[in-house]
């Protein structure tokens, strides 16, 4: 009972939160403090299961065999020749060559077909050629303290609702230059109207698409795949839809529309994109990411439902693929690795997102207290898969041996010996593994634990804590924010590995690793320009 109950208090913190001048009873002018206690993330490296390292050993050993057969193949054709000089291996070719002519055209054929079945059976390579962000237009940006002016003028939130949110907006995160809908700051009416989402969606993905098109020179009509993602707003005909009639793409084209996918649907996204390039050969494909924030506005007094109106913001991100060999001198980036975790089965983890209506019939997104923990779990799931795939051999023989370690010797006492601290297994470096990092920038409290479990440094998480601070959590899109950031800065290298890492309802929890093909230069569009100079902040 001891030993639990001082495992829970590991994940246990406390904050002290400066609630401002209390406004009324008898503290009336008074400055006044609250004590907040809250779940961290687990430390998920101390507790990984071993089945989910075994998942991503299975990737590695398999091309493990190719890696071991071919030199020792190699080693004994070597062998065999070099114990023959130069003469008497052409009088050997030559004479078998004569006599025996039918071997030497059968031996012939095999080897081309082989080779011809080796080549035509391995994956395509899938080359990211470029990206956009849109870039909300200065009367859309909204301060901290506008934000609550607003919310009170708009007469939908009561005074304990109003003091909530501006509670988490001063620990949040966000800077004053986050960007809202004109929907959202103008209209004292209801928001969630199926006009206003359409008017929405429209300028954050017809304007990153713009931008996509003409920085790339691709026609809409040579687009193959379009993938849309926007977990919230799904209309009739569908975004994917709305795209092709406004830039009158071709009538074969792939489309899809994923919907209620969360912010790590983006990801998801770029995984049936790739698919789709398997099977189709010389195409494009583009992916669109955004998610409508007028949408899904909730007007309420739910405390759990209002923490999304103050994250959330305006955002999208459009992205161009390839699988046409002629691009690999224009790409900029080449995609490595896909691993996505989905713990929908757990019902905490099922409802931990939660889309309903709260006691008076209004709608909103209900956002539970234990998100963190399972986000960790989730997140201790993905790492643990992808470590293997990524993680030099030295890391992984170590991180490996210590897990069996205390899963054959140690399972008992090692749970004792973790909550008195006496034992530290060995965790993984993952900035051996990556030189950027973009994790999804839901909010501060959660970079915080993240960066604490994964012993990232404050220039790992950079991206990251700056894409927060001026553009707010974009959802999907947010990753992109941050890779742009990193390009903007010129902090890009030929041979980079670039580690996307997000998270959303379900619970699910992805990643993506590309390489980047050649140095970045800063570009001519991008959505930090004309504020880059003044990040990164502290914040």
Same mark, same amino acid.
């Given at each position: 009972?001891?030993?639990?109950?001082?495992?829970?208090?590991?994940?246990?913190?406390?904050?002290?939160?400066?609630?401002?001048?209390?406004?009324?009873?008898?503290?009336?002018?008074?400055?006044?403090?609250?004590?907040?206690?809250?779940?961290?993330l687990p430390d998920f490296l101390q507790s990984v299961n071993l089945k989910y390292v075994k998942l991503g050993y299975h990737h590695l050993i398999n091309n493990a065999i190719y890696l071991a057969t071919i030199p020792i193949l190699v080693l004994v054709f070597s062998a065999e020749v070099g114990s023959?000089?130069?003469?008497?291996?052409?009088?050997?070719?030559? &004479?078998? $060559?004569?006599?025996? *002519?039918?071997?030497?055209?059968?031996?012939?054929?095999?080897? #081309?077909?082989? /080779?011809? @079945?080796?080549?035509?059976?391995?994956?395509?390579?899938?080359?990211?050629?470029?990206?956009?962000?849109?870039?909300?237009?200065?009367?859309?940006?909204?301060?901290?303290?506008?934000?609550?002016?607003?919310?009170?003028?708009?007469?939908?939130?009561?005074?304990?609702?109003?003091?909530?949110?501006?509670?988490?907006?001063?620990?949040?995160?966000?800077?004053?230059?986050?960007?809202?809908?004109?929907?959202?700051?103008?209209?004292?009416?209801?928001?969630?109207?199926?006009?206003?989402?359409?008017?929405?969606?429209?300028?954050?993905? &017809?304007? $990153?698409?713009?931008? *996509?098109?003409?920085?790339?020179?691709?026609?809409?009509?040579? #687009?193959?795949? /379009?993938? @849309?993602?926007?977990?919230?707003?799904?209309?009739?005909?569908?975004?994917?839809?709305?795209?092709?009639?406004?830039?009158?793409?071709?009538?074969?084209?792939?489309?899809?529309?994923?919907?209620?996918?969360?912010?790590?649907?983006?990801?998801?996204?770029?995984?049936?994109?790739?698919?789709?390039?398997?099977?189709?050969?010389?195409?494009?494909?583009?992916?669109?990411?955004?998610?409508?924030?007028?949408?899904?506005?909730?007007?309420?007094?739910?405390?759990?439902?209002?923490?999304?109106?103050?994250?959330?913001?305006?955002?999208?991100?459009?992205?161009?693929?390839?699988?046409?060999?002629?691009?690999?001198?224009?790409?900029?980036?080449?995609?490595?690795?896909? @691993?996505?975790?989905?713990?929908?089965?757990?019902?905490?983890?099922?409802?931990?997102?939660?889309?309903?209506?709260?006691?008076?019939?209004?709608?909103?997104?209900?956002?539970?207290?234990?998100?963190?923990?399972?986000?960790?779990?989730?997140?201790?799931?993905?790492?643990?898969?992808?470590?293997?795939?990524?993680?030099?051999?030295?890391?992984?023989?170590?991180?490996?041996a210590t897990l069996v370690s205390r899963h054959l010797f140690n399972k008992e006492g090692s749970q004792l010996s973790l909550s008195s601290g006496k034992q530290r297994p060995y965790i993984p470096d993952f900035k051996l593994a990556f030189e950027r990092f973009c994790v999804h920038a839901a909010s501060?409290t959660v970079l915080d634990e993240l960066q604490r479990n994964l012993e990232l440094s404050d220039e790992n998480m950079e991206a990251s804590r700056m894409t927060l601070h001026r553009f707010g959590n974009t959802s999907s899109s947010s990753i992109w924010y941050e890779l742009a950031y990193m390009e903007?800065?010129?902090?890009?290298?030929?041979?980079?590995?670039?580690?996307?890492?997000?998270?959303?309802?379900?619970?699910?929890?992805?990643?993506?690793?590309?390489?980047?093909?050649?140095?970045?230069?800063?570009?001519?569009?991008?959505?930090?320009?004309?504020?880059?100079?003044?990040?990164?902040?502290?914040?």
């Amino acid at each position: 009972m001891s030993v639990d109950m001082a495992s829970e208090r590991d994940l246990l913190s406390t904050e002290i939160v400066n609630n401002g001048i209390e406004s009324s009873g008898p503290n009336a002018g008074s400055l006044t403090f609250s004590v907040r206690v809250r779940r961290r993330l687990p430390d998920f490296l101390q507790s990984v299961n071993l089945k989910y390292v075994k998942l991503g050993y299975h990737h590695l050993i398999n091309n493990a065999i190719y890696l071991a057969t071919i030199p020792i193949l190699v080693l004994v054709f070597s062998a065999e020749v070099g114990s023959l000089s130069r003469e008497e291996l052409w009088r050997k070719l030559w &004479f078998d $060559a004569r006599y025996d *002519l039918a071997t030497v055209l059968g031996f012939f054929g095999v080897f #081309v077909f082989t /080779l011809s @079945v080796y080549f035509m059976s391995r994956p395509r390579s899938i080359y990211l050629i470029d990206f956009a962000c849109f870039r909300p237009s200065d009367d859309l940006k909204v301060s901290k303290e506008q934000f609550i002016d607003l919310a009170r003028k708009s007469g939908k939130f009561d005074e304990q609702s109003l003091e909530f949110q501006a509670r988490i907006l001063n620990s949040s995160g966000l800077g004053d230059e986050t960007c809202i809908p004109k929907s959202v700051i103008t209209s004292t009416e209801n928001t969630a109207t199926m006009k206003e989402g359409r008017a929405e969606a429209s300028l954050v993905m &017809f304007g $990153a698409l713009d931008e *996509l098109f003409e920085k790339t020179k691709v026609r809409p009509k040579d #687009v193959g795949v /379009l993938v @849309v993602n926007c977990s919230i707003f799904n209309p009739t005909p569908s975004l994917s839809a709305m795209i092709i009639n406004h830039y009158k793409m071709r009538g074969n084209i792939l489309s899809y529309n994923l919907g209620g996918m969360g912010c790590s649907a983006g990801i998801i996204a770029v995984d049936l994109a790739r698919d789709m390039l398997q099977a189709n050969p010389n195409n494009y494909a583009v992916v669109v990411s955004t998610e409508t924030v007028g949408y899904n506005w909730y007007p309420g007094s739910d405390r759990s439902m209002l923490v999304p109106n103050c994250f959330f913001r305006m955002g999208c991100s459009a992205v161009l693929l390839s699988n046409r060999r002629r691009d690999y001198h224009r790409a900029k980036y080449r995609l490595e690795h896909i @691993v996505r975790t989905h713990k929908g089965a757990d019902d905490r983890s099922f409802r931990c997102v939660y889309q309903e209506e709260d006691e008076q019939r209004l709608k909103g997104l209900k956002i539970s207290k234990e998100l963190v923990e399972i986000g960790g779990e989730a997140l201790k799931t993905n790492i643990t898969t992808l470590g293997p795939l990524v993680l030099p051999f030295s890391e992984q023989l170590l991180f490996f041996a210590t897990l069996v370690s205390r899963h054959l010797f140690n399972k008992e006492g090692s749970q004792l010996s973790l909550s008195s601290g006496k034992q530290r297994p060995y965790i993984p470096d993952f900035k051996l593994a990556f030189e950027r990092f973009c994790v999804h920038a839901a909010s501060k409290t959660v970079l915080d634990e993240l960066q604490r479990n994964l012993e990232l440094s404050d220039e790992n998480m950079e991206a990251s804590r700056m894409t927060l601070h001026r553009f707010g959590n974009t959802s999907s899109s947010s990753i992109w924010y941050e890779l742009a950031y990193m390009e903007a800065k010129e902090k890009v290298k030929r041979g980079d590995r670039v580690w996307q890492l997000a998270f959303g309802s379900g619970f699910k929890c992805n990643s993506i690793v590309w390489r980047s093909m050649r140095r970045v230069r800063k570009p001519s569009r991008n959505p930090w320009l004309d504020c880059i100079e003044r990040y990164p902040v502290m914040n």
